[in-house]
């Protein structure tokens, strides 16, 4: 235990010791976030590139405390070709078609490394092995998940929070597992997550921008295919679904409610969760914690299910999904209307 104590605060404080810098060069490069529609809940310009110093601690910790084998190489150079792109994307704005080239490229490299879901868990029957399937399986996986932390990334210490909270449920899952690689991986990561949040917490002095996001939802994406998916659970593979619920809803609703409404998928809308939330009348920091606990029960939830018997852990999941529809219909996530609710604060 004593070494992943170590791991978590060498993440932590050398994100903190990067994040300065990243800043500097933030305002060199001029890679700042200034808000140009009404989809920004800043008023003022930030800096961006904040996800670089969560790239460099989580890089620095994974090769100090995990053990070197083919997954760690491959998971570092997928991390590194996604930190590019979202650098070039802060500065320049990428499309999405080059930003979705990127993110294939990376998960195809992971995939060249031996990372791929391979078994589908049944918890009536038996495992389903998935054969040649694992590969797009596994590619269409880490690219839906890579952008599910992009896309909630909409208030101060959001992005962070979650994948913090995200992080350390996927720890103790691995060690319930037995997954020594994957629990390091994550601690590590919870580190570099958690340690971002004194410079992004509202006020932010400085935003992680896609460098982050997009980083941190590919980083989970393979942790977990490593970790949680790998579990003996015989629902192991709604662990990871658990863990990341929240964006994983958020991406989901965002789809269906552009559809019903015949919009673009791709179009961006003020229908987030973010979003109803600070409509209600919540401010940055009361919804940011709000959504904060919706994690961790989130999180907890998915400790049980793969800790728990199979018939538990069913009725975990059908309670999960109850309270999703009830969350969905009260904060009225299927309408483009933002003005259902008054006293709008932002």
Not at 259 to 274: E, L, R, T, V, W
């Amino acid at each position: 235990m004593l070494r992943y104590i170590l791991a978590f605060i060498t993440a932590f404080v050398l994100t903190c010791a990067f994040t300065p810098f990243a800043k500097k060069l933030a305002y060199k490069i001029k890679a700042i976030d200034v808000p140009k529609d009404e989809r920004r809940v800043h008023k003022q310009p930030v800096p961006l590139l904040g996800g670089l110093s969560i790239y460099l601690s989580f890089m620095m910790g994974a090769i100090i405390f995990a053990h070197k084998n083919p997954h760690i190489i491959g998971l570092l150079i997928g991390s590194t070709i996604i930190m590019l792109v979202g650098i070039i994307d802060d500065k320049y704005e990428l499309n999405p078609v080059a930003k979705l080239i990127g993110q294939i490229m990376a998960a195809i490299v992971v995939i060249m490394y031996g990372m791929t879901i391979k078994v589908v868990s049944n918890p009536f029957g038996e495992s389903f092995n998935l054969g040649l399937w694992a590969y797009p399986v596994t590619l269409i996986w880490i690219v839906a998940i890579t952008n599910t932390l992009n896309l909630i990334d909409g208030l101060d210490g959001l992005a962070a929070g979650v994948s913090g909270i995200a992080s350390l449920s996927l720890f103790i899952v691995s060690i319930l597992n037995h997954r020594d690689l994957a629990a390091i991986l994550t601690i590590v990561l919870a580190g570099s997550s958690l340690g971002f949040l004194p410079f992004n917490f509202n006020p932010a002095k400085i935003f992680m921008g896609d460098t982050g996001a997009l980083l941190l939802g590919f980083i989970l994406s393979v942790i977990s295919v490593e970790g949680a998916i790998k579990g003996a659970a015989a629902i192991a593979i709604v662990v990871p679904v658990l863990v990341l619920g929240l964006p994983i809803f958020d991406m989901v609703v965002s789809i269906i409610r552009r559809s019903i409404n015949g919009m673009p998928i791709m179009q961006a809308d003020k229908g987030h969760i973010h979003h109803r939330l600070l409509a209600m009348g919540m401010s940055q920091r009361r919804a940011v914690i709000y959504m904060y606990i919706m994690c961790v029960v989130l999180g907890i939830s998915a400790i049980v299910v793969s800790a728990a018997s199979t018939l538990t852990g069913i009725f975990v999941v059908l309670a999960v999904i109850l309270m999703a529809f009830i969350a969905a219909k009260h904060m009225n996530l299927m309408s483009t209307n933002n003005n259902r609710y008054r006293g709008i604060t932002r």
